[in-house]
């Protein structure tokens, strides 16, 4: 008798398995632990063989017999439906193997150890959140154009077209990757050249004229808040380094009486390579940062961080604690920001103190490569940049002080 609906609801496992048969070489398969799964019993060149069609309740008596008739049907046809099967289970596999995001997923493991860690975070977070919900599942051979449009003009739609930009640099290099593994033709990103509209590039807001600049500095001497963010905001334009590298900066790190500061490589802006294999950034000390970070040092001396922060010892200030206390100075994002004094010192010690710009590249930790492609040594231009940086420091203290400006080129420098 054919298997009704209310015979599989009523089916209760046993001590040994039981088949309950529908008809065509159709059974289902009721386990002493109470799976069910439907099974094919068909012949074919002569031999007896099963097919799994599936379990109940997910595929539905209906549904199971709709499978029965479609293996029949190939048996008819002389197709093993057994094999036709594993056939499709490799098809699935391949697919998957070589999806956009298994392809972008082994790209990015791949080079993961090359870029600082925040770095390739961000580059996976990007492709999680903007392309693999959209295109992953997509064999990589089937991936086009439009496809790939579709999942930037998303983004682009919610305003974030620099992210855009990004996101189709990255499916580009994970399809280059794909060309140079053999599973893809070509870069299909290619075709999308101009496809988006440009981002408009804003710099970090500077102050570089000189008179602004001594007002600035007169400014920062009125700072009314606590002495660490005082500090900080006198010696950000006396060194010039990144924000970041200033406001995390630990006294370990500082020589006071051989007048340096070295920053250790784990904590400039470098790959992952470049930080694990590269040296420390030596910052020469001008007599006014020394005097600026002794007064410092007998306030946060014990402490790890030269500006800890106020809520525990363990972590530095706030990477917006700068940029405050320019606020309150009356200085907003668009006039100035951290990040600008080292715009400010590039500008007026090339365009006013004539320094050589590979002394002031290297002072700025910037990787410039010579006209042989050789990147500069971290550490080069020591001496010539020790006696930069006091010729700066005087600099700034004349204009401060309302002292007429001329222009001259610092020591090192022709």
């Not at 010192?345 to 004539?354: F, K, M, N, P």
Request: aromatic fraction near 6%; hydrophobic fraction near 40%; charge should be positive.
């Amino acid at each position: 008798m054919a298997l009704t609906d209310m015979a599989l609801r009523n089916a209760k496992p046993a001590e040994k398995q039981q088949k309950l048969f529908d008809g065509g070489g159709l059974h289902l398969l009721v386990t002493p632990s109470g799976g069910k799964r439907w099974v094919l019993k068909y012949r074919f060149g002569g031999k007896e063989k099963s097919l799994a069609l599936g379990t109940y309740p997910a595929v539905t008596l209906v549904e199971a017999r709709k499978r029965r008739d479609e293996a029949r049907d190939r048996l008819a046809a002389g197709i093993d439906p057994s094999e036709t099967k594993k056939a499709e289970k490799r098809t699935q596999r391949l697919n998957a193997e070589n999806s956009f995001e298994a392809i972008a997923r082994e790209w990015h493991a791949k080079y993961a150890p090359t870029w600082s860690e925040g770095h390739g975070a961000r580059i996976l977070r990007r492709l999680e959140v903007d392309a693999f919900p959209w295109i992953g599942g997509k064999p990589m051979v089937d991936l086009a154009p439009p496809h790939v449009l579709d999942v930037l003009r998303r983004v682009e739609k919610r305003g974030a077209l620099e992210t855009a930009h990004r996101l189709q640099a990255n499916i580009g290099q994970a399809c280059r990757y794909a060309v140079a593994t053999g599973r893809a033709q070509r870069d299909i990103t290619a075709d999308l050249r101009g496809a988006l509209p440009p981002v408009q590039v804003e710099h970090m807001a500077a102050i570089t004229d000189p008179k602004q600049v001594a007002e600035l500095l007169r400014a920062i001497d009125g700072y009314q808040g606590t002495l660490p963010v005082l500090c900080a905001l006198r010696l950000a334009p006396l060194l010039f380094q990144r924000p970041g590298e200033l406001r995390a900066a630990e006294w370990i790190e500082f020589d006071l009486d051989g007048s340096t500061w070295a920053i250790p490589s784990e904590r400039m802006k470098r790959t992952k390579q470049g930080k694990a294999a590269g040296g420390a950034h030596i910052v020469p000390l001008s007599s006014q940062a020394i005097a600026i970070l002794r007064e410092l040092h007998a306030l946060s001396g014990a402490s790890r961080f030269l500006f800890p922060s106020v809520r525990t010892k363990d972590r530095p200030m706030s990477d917006n604690t700068v940029n405050g206390a320019l606020r309150r100075l009356g200085y907003e994002g668009d006039t100035m920001t951290g990040h600008g004094f080292r715009a400010m010192a590039r500008t007026i010690l090339d365009e006013v103190l004539g320094v050589p710009a590979a002394i002031v590249e290297a002072q700025l930790a910037h990787a410039v490569r010579d006209p042989l492609g050789r990147a500069y040594n971290r550490t080069a231009h020591l001496s010539q940049r020790r006696e930069m940086m006091q010729s700066w420091a005087n600099y700034l203290d004349q204009i401060k002080a309302g002292a007429q400006v001329i222009q001259f080129t610092a020591a090192g420098g022709a």
